[in-house]
T-cell receptor, first 114, second 111 residues
């Protein structure tokens, strides 16, 4: 069966510090991978998605970047965090291919920038 | 921008009652999906309905889709306290890898 992992679960970082959040998927090959951010009491905003190694699409201009160094690894990074980067970050995967599939979400990382 | 908009924003009902949540969207879709999120957790997929389907059932869940009105509804029958969560609709456009989520309906089921 497939499993998706995210870490850390919670993170408190000062403004201007770097960020690295990691997501890994087990039990499937060549998944589509997604990073979302959820502000308090809000819906999900798609930040990045990837359909393969090294292929990253960005949905919104921002202070963040993403990388996919391995087939089932997706990393969200920032060189210098802003207060507005605080939120709940969710990684998700779906089977390879264009559309028509549900997405499977990880447990999320709660990021607080102070 | 967010395509799906859920209504109501919050809903409080007694255990055993039915809960109905609505979702409206703006552009043509390939499918519409409903997800549940318990507080502070990741989202869990509930049901996917394709644009050529009108109704779908899964256990106590019933989803309808009206593409002419660009709307969907999620009905949870015989609600339980464990159904307390936020419920989101998400739309997928044709030929897209992406889901666009609404802001969600927060459901509270009182024992």
């Amino acid at each position: 069966s497939q499993t998706i992992h995210q870490w850390p679960a919670t993170l408190v970082q000062p403004v201007g510090s770097p960020l690295s959040l990691e997501c890994t998927v087990e039990g499937t090959s060549n998944p589509n991978l997604y990073w979302y951010r959820q502000a308090a009491g809000r819906g999900l905003q798609l930040l990045f998605y990837s359909v393969g190694i090294g292929q990253i699409s960005s949905e919104v201009p921002q202070n963040l970047s993403a990388s996919r160094p391995q087939d089932r690894q997706f990393i969200l990074s920032s060189k210098k965090l802003l207060l507005s980067d605080s939120g709940f970050y969710l990684c998700a995967w779906s089977p390879t291919g264009v559309g028509g599939y549900e997405q499977y979400f990880g447990p999320g990382t709660r990021l607080t920038v102070t | 921008s967010q395509q799906g908009e859920e209504d109501p924003q919050a809903l409080s009902i007694q255990e055993g009652e039915n809960a109905t949540m609505n979702c409206s969207y703006k552009t043509s879709i390939n499918n519409l999906q409903w997800y549940r999120q318990n507080s502070g957790r990741g989202l869990v997929h509930l049901i996917l309905i394709r644009s050529n389907e009108r109704e779908k059932h899964s256990g106590r869940l019933r989803v309808t889709l009206d593409t002419s009105k660009k709307s969907s509804s999620l009905l949870i029958t015989a609600s339980r306290a464990a159904d307390t969560a936020s419920y989101f609709c998400a739309t997928e456009g044709a030929g897209s890898y992406q889901l666009t989520f609404g802001k969600g309906t927060k459901l509270s089921v009182i024992p």
